[in-house]
């Protein structure tokens, strides 16, 4: 298995459960691991071939921008879910930090890993 990675991605948004969050935007930062095969596009050198970081990352950027959810945790799932089922990723891990949301920390949020569920079995 590869992983394709895009690390640091940074995307100002609602979020917090506290009265004072809903009324402005925190920057929040994405770290993603998703498992692919690299194969194909190390033989071709086509973009076409491979899982595009950039078009991922323009999706968290519109999805996690518009957002207004009170937990990390909920936003972590929802963009995994997105990740899995328009990206065609078999599994992900997902880091969601919020910065300087508690004093002394650098960061605070949730890491998930997520994988497409299993086939039905045939009867
Ligand atoms: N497990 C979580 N704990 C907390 C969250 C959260 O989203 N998940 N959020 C908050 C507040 O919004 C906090 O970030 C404000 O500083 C507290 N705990």
């Known amino acids: 298995m590869d992983i394709v990675y895009l690390n640091d991605l940074r995307i100002d948004t609602v ?9 402005i935007k925190q920057t929040i930062s994405l770290d993603l ?5 690299v194969a194909k596009a190390a033989a071709s050198d086509n ?3 491979t899982l595009d970081y950039k078009a991922v990352a ?3 950027i519109d999805f996690v921008g518009n957002s207004e959810f009170l ?7 929802r963009a995994a879910q997105i990740i899995l089922n328009e990206f065609g990723v078999s599994w ?6 919020k910065q300087g949301a508690v004093r002394g920390a650098r960061g605070v949020g ?5 994988c497409q569920p299993k086939e039905p079995a045939q009867p």
């Open 15 to 23: 979020i917090g459960i506290y009265d004072w969050e809903r009324r």
């Open 33 to 37: 691991e998703m498992a692919t095969d």
């Open 47 to 49: 973009i076409e071939d």
């Open 58 to 60: 323009k999706r968290m």
């Open 71 to 77: 937990l990390v945790e909920t936003l972590a799932e």
């Open 92 to 97: 992900l891990r997902l880091k969601v930090d």
């Open 110 to 114: 949730v890491i998930i890993e997520r």
